[in-house]
């Protein structure tokens, strides 16, 4: 079974990881078909309450 002969260094490591985070932690937004407004995927939305072409949320 192969072994590194030498250590990662710790900068090498945690600059792979943050390409990761970031791309993980930034959502994409859609656009409501109803409002035309961004939301995230999948998620009802915050200004109309529509969802998957319903009402499913009250909004005031």
């Given at each position: 079974?192969?072994?590194?002969?030498?250590?990662?260094?710790?900068?090498?490591?945690?600059?792979?990881?943050a390409q990761w985070f970031n791309s993980a932690r930034t959502p994409a937004y859609a656009t409501?078909?109803?409002?035309?407004?961004?939301?995230?995927?999948?998620?009802?939305?915050?200004?109309?309450?529509?969802?998957?072409?319903?009402?499913?949320?009250?909004?005031?």
């Amino acid at each position: 079974m192969p072994v590194p002969k030498r250590k990662k260094p710790r900068t090498r490591t945690r600059s792979r990881k943050a390409q990761w985070f970031n791309s993980a932690r930034t959502p994409a937004y859609a656009t409501c078909p109803q409002c035309k407004k961004p939301k995230l995927p999948h998620h009802a939305c915050a200004n109309c309450g529509t969802y998957d072409g319903r009402q499913v949320l009250t909004v005031d």
